[in-house]
T-cell receptor, first 113, second 108 residues
Framework: DTEVTQTPKHLVMGMTNKKSLKCEQH?????MYWYKQKAKKPPELMFV???????INESVPSRFSPECPNSSLLNLHLHALQPEDSALYLC????????????FGPGTRLLVL | GIQVEQSPPDLILQEGANSTLRCNFS?????LQWFHQNPWGQLINLFY???GTKQNGRLSATTVATERYSLLYISSSQTTDSGVYFC??????????FGPGTRLSVLP
């Protein structure tokens, strides 16, 4: 099973809302990733968790707050987002960080009004 | 940081044609992957290929790490091959960087 699942598939939120994106994998992978993808652009890395510890934070604004409650789950908490944060948010996992195949979930399409 | 370029940016093919997509990178890498992103946004793994040659059906890929490029070959293209093809590289755990992609349209 090489499946990464993400919920919700679509999300519309106002700038004052608080919401969370969820990602789950059951492949025993110890690295998990959040990416942001704007239309007609490549995915850009936001956060990397390795063994449930945050190891890379690519200068992402604090209105995005990641959480890794256990080795199978990854959350992205959203608060006070801006319209320019509207994008496809992709989760991925790999066996270890770096030299391994990354498997991607289907993404959450976020619209901030 | 590492730079990744892909060419061509856009490609239109007739069904049944063959094509070659190229990925150049600016530094040594320990991870290189090719992905196909379908119209719904799903990124599908094609190859994990930091070096060497691999084949999977109508697709094959070659990475020449010493010369810092990788090629993706698509033979006998089908309309379902349409989408965006990305290569992405990791230079020893620093980051996983995607190239800008090649947008492929296969016409029936």
């Amino acid at each position: 099973d090489t499946e990464v699942t993400q919920t919700p598939k679509h999300l519309v939120m106002g700038m004052t809302n608080k919401k969370s994106l969820k990602c789950e994998q059951h492949m025993g992978h110890r690295a998990m990733y959040w990416y942001k993808q704007k239309a007609k652009k490549p995915p850009e890395l936001m956060f990397v968790y390795s063994y449930e510890k945050l190891s890379i934070n690519e200068s992402v604004p604090s209105r995005f707050s990641p959480e890794c409650p256990n080795s199978s789950l990854l959350n992205l908490h959203l608060h006070a987002l801006q319209p320019e944060d509207s994008a496809l948010y992709l989760c991925a996992s790999s066996q270890e960080r770096g030299r391994q195949t990354q498997y991607f979930g289907p993404g959450t399409r976020l619209l901030v009004l | 940081g590492i730079q990744v370029e892909q060419s061509p940016p856009d490609l239109i093919l007739q069904e049944g044609a063959n094509s070659t997509l190229r990925c150049n990178f600016s530094d040594s890498v320990n991870n290189l992957q090719w992905f196909h992103q379908n119209p719904w946004g799903q990124l599908i793994n094609l190859f994990y290929i930091p070096s060497g040659t691999k084949q999977n059906g109508r697709l094959s890929a070659t990475t020449v790490a010493t010369e810092r490029y990788s090629l993706l070959y698509i033979s006998s293209s089908q309309t379902t091959d349409s989408g965006v093809y990305f290569c992405a590289v990791d230079n020893y755990g620093q980051n996983f960087v995607f190239g800008p992609g090649t947008r492929l349209s296969v016409l029936p």
